[in-house]
């Protein structure tokens, strides 16, 4: 059984039930045209972002953003698990696939952006996930009120458990067949107020927490593929400088040194992001110790440039120097200062 | 008697390759690489073991923190040459083979001491020091500790700590 409503121009709302009797509820980007019998196999990890309950009462939440230490796969889990109103305990969070293909101008993104950079995970989130998390607790509740023949609104939910006013109570995991056999909701469903939340903001615990003090989760650098090497860079330390000439035979001659590349001085016209930052020399090995026994080894006589003056203690005396020749400019810049330390001040005030 | 199986004729023995041996988290090893290698690489390089984290290598940081004979070091400035015949327990080796966690794993959780985890191995091996030297410590000595956190974890590390020695007080040596 499966359904769908547009949650906004771009993505929809899917609701599906499994053979095993789970209700599965995800958001998915109209680009992709699966159909509900596609979807049914690796369902989890197709929908964009979703959340599995299963006939037992356990709560499986796809995390969409891949995790690096920033802590994501609780955070973002703990949104639908608010809005869904389930039991914090039996949640199980699950890493889902990577949705990247090749798209005209670049790798494009199936299942929505998967990124970790720039504080963006939780708030590029956020509206999605609070919508799959109310959707599938309204689904849930309309369940309960069919099978007790109950007006839905009289009903509340906690804990992972639907509650009459009378004191009878269903679990989530009883309900998810029935719950996926309806249509979906037409609008959004109501979102809790902040006041109400339960886990977000709250000390609820991380879903990482026995990996880490067991030393197994795996951070940025932790990640291996079998057959990588391990790459090390050199960089040019003044802005703007060059390499000169490389001196790198005694590197090369090191055991397990696989490849010296050269990076060139940045060019301009390359967008940012893409441009390199500095001049250098990249050593793969096929182990850290030998990349970086290696990089101590590559001599260059990198040519120094004007920039290469500039200190902390040299700038300040500049820009004296250059207010005494052009004031206007300066004062400008004066300005600028004090207001943004202005608005600095306020924002402190407000906080505290 | 038993017997002693026949060794085919056709296969010649691989050779015994010299090497370092060290026991890791009560396991036997052999490093047959370049002895100069900190155990910071041979841990997570050779054996994968990347609980022990690698933040600035030169002993400031305490990521890398592991316990050598039971005392406190960093695997960032040990070459391996020095360490044959030792025994190091890294943070995959703090919990009980049956995985039930050392108190101080525990205390971690249960005081929600995490933020990225990046140094947390690092301090938990740097507790498990302190609590072996000094069982019932002082906010002062849990200060002692020198291992940075980026995330600011040092309110909760002190407060998981005080909880695990209040438990570990109470239970039978
Ligand atoms: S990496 Fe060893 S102390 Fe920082
Ligand atoms: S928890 Fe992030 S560095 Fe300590």
Redesign the interface.
């Known amino acids: 059984m499966s359904g769908a409503h547009d949650a906004s121009r771009r993505r929809f709302l899917k609701v599906l039930g499994s053979a095993t009797g789970a209700l599965i509820v995800g958001m998915q980007l109209p680009a992709r045209a699966d159909t509900a019998d596609e979807l049914l196999g690796d369902v989890v990890l197709r929908l964009n972002p979703c959340v599995r309950i299963e006939p037992d009462g356990t709560v499986v939440i796809g995390a969409r953003d891949p995790e690096v230490?920033?802590?994501i796969r609780t955070a973002q889990a703990r949104i639908i698990a608010e809005e869904l109103d389930a039991d914090w305990p039996r949640v199980i969070v699950l890493p889902m696939d990577l949705g990247a293909e090749d798209g005209d101008g670049g790798p494009s993104w199936t299942l929505g952006h998967q990124e970790a950079r720039g504080s963006t995970g939780v708030p590029a989130a956020w509206s999605d996930l609070r919508t799959v998390g109310a959707s599938a607790r309204e689904l849930l509740v309309r369940a309960a009120a069919q099978r007790w023949g109950a007006d839905a609104s009289t009903l509340r939910t906690q804990l992972g458990k639907v509650i009459a006013r009378d004191g009878r109570t269903l679990d989530y995991g009883e309900l998810a067949a029935e719950a996926s056999a309806l249509p979906p909701p037409n609008v959004a469903p109501a979102v809790k107020s902040p006041d109400a939340f339960r886990l977000i903001g709250q000390?609820a615990?991380?879903v990482?927490?026995?990996d880490?003090?067991?030393?197994?989760?795996?951070?940025a650098?932790?990640q291996?593929r079998g057959g990588a090497l391990?790459a090390v860079i050199a960089r040019c330390p003044y802005p703007g400088g060059t390499l000169g000439n490389l001196h790198a035979s005694a590197a090369r001659a090191l055991k397990g040194v696989e490849q010296i590349l050269t990076i060139p001085k940045p060019d301009p016209s390359i967008p940012l992001g893409t441009r390199p930052l500095a001049a250098g020399v990249a050593v793969l090995a096929n182990?850290?110790?030998?990349a970086?026994r290696a990089r101590e080894l590559c001599r260059s006589n990198g040519h120094p440039v004007p920039w290469c003056k500039v200190t902390t203690r040299s700038l300040p005396r500049s820009m004296h120097a250059s207010s005494r020749r052009r004031p206007w400019p300066c004062a400008m810049m004066a300005i600028t200062i004090m207001r943004a330390n202005w608005r600095i001040a306020r924002c402190r005030r407000a906080i505290r | 008697m038993p017997r002693l199986p026949q060794t085919d004729p056709g296969i010649t023995p691989e050779p015994i390759r010299p090497g370092i041996d060290v026991v890791i988290n009560r396991e036997n090893f052999r490093h047959t690489g370049d002895p100069s290698m900190p155990l910071l690489w041979y841990l997570r390089d050779v054996l994968r073991l990347t609980g022990c984290k690698y933040g600035c290598d030169d002993a400031t940081c305490g990521a890398c923190s592991v316990l050598v004979d039971g005392k406190l070091a960093r695997a960032c400035e040990l070459p391996m040459q020095k360490l044959q015949g030792h025994r190091i327990t890294t943070v995959e080796g703090l919990a009980q083979a049956d995985g039930s966690l050392h108190p101080l794993q525990q205390a971690w959780i249960d005081e929600d001491a995490i933020l990225c985890g990046y140094c947390q191995p690092g301090m938990l091996i740097a507790a498990v020091d302190l609590l072996a030297r000094k069982p019932d410590p002082s906010d002062d000595d849990i200060d002692g500790i020198k291992n940075l956190c980026r995330c600011g974890s040092y309110p909760r590390v002190r407060a998981a700590i005080q909880r695990a020695a209040a438990k570990m007080k109470g239970a039978p040596k």
């Open positions: 230490g920033q802590g000390d615990g991380d990482d927490a026995r880490i003090v067991t030393g197994r989760q795996l951070h650098i932790d291996w391990i182990d850290t110790w030998t970086l």
